[in-house]
C-alpha cells in the first residue's frame, strides 16, 4: 500500500498525498529548508568540528577545551531543534511528519545534553 509522503496514512496509487494539508506542508518544509540548508550546514559544520577540536583542547586546557564542546553541543541542538532536517533515508521510511519530529526530538536531547554542560562549564570550571 502506498502511503502519504506527509503524514503516512495509506493513499491510493494515484495520490501522493492524503489531503491538501499534507500536501502544503511538505512544500513548506522543503521550501523552508531550501532557504536554510546552506546556513544549517555551515553552522552544524563548525560545531561538529568544534567537538573533536573541544576534545583536543581539553588535553591540554581542560576549561577551554570543556567550553568548546559544550557550546558545540549546545549550538547544534539548537539548530537542529530550529531547522530539524531529517536525512534523506529517514524521510522516505517515516515519512516526513514522523522524520521531522524524531530529528527535533534528537535537537532537543542535544540541546538538552548542552545546558547541562555548560551549567557544569560554569560550576567548575569558570570561577571568576
Ligand atoms: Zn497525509
Known amino acids: ?3 502519504c509522503d506527509y503524514c503516512g496514512k495509506e493513499i491510493t496509487y494515484f495520490e501522493q498525498y492524503c489531503c491538501d494539508e499534507c500536501q502544503r506542508k511538505t512544500l513548506n518544509f522543503y521550501d ?26 581539553f588535553s591540554l586546557r581542560q576549561s ?11 549550538i547544534l541542538g539548537l539548530m537542529i531543534v ?3 532536517f531529517p ?9 516526513l511528519k514522523k522524520a521531522v519530529s524524531v530529528t527535533r526530538i534528537i535537537g532537543a536531547v542535544l540541546l538538552a545534553l548542552g545546558i ?12 571568576f
Do not use: H, R
Request: hydrophobic share 60%.
Open 32 to 57: 523552508f529548508q531550501a532557504k536554510f540548508s546552506k546556513f544549517f550546514g555551515i553552522v552544524n559544520g563548525i560545531c561538529v568540528f568544534g567537538i573533536p577540536i573541544g576534545l583536543f583542547m
Open 82 to 84: 530550529i531547522f530539524p
Open 1 to 3: 500500500m502506498k502511503k
Open 87 to 95: 536525512v534523506e533515508n529517514m524521510i522516505s521510511s517515516m515519512k
Open 116 to 127: 547541562a554542560l555548560v551549567i557544569l562549564d560554569f560550576v567548575f570550571f569558570l570561577k
Open 64 to 74: 577551554i577545551g570543556f567550553t568548546m564542546i559544550s557550546l558545540s553541543v549546545l
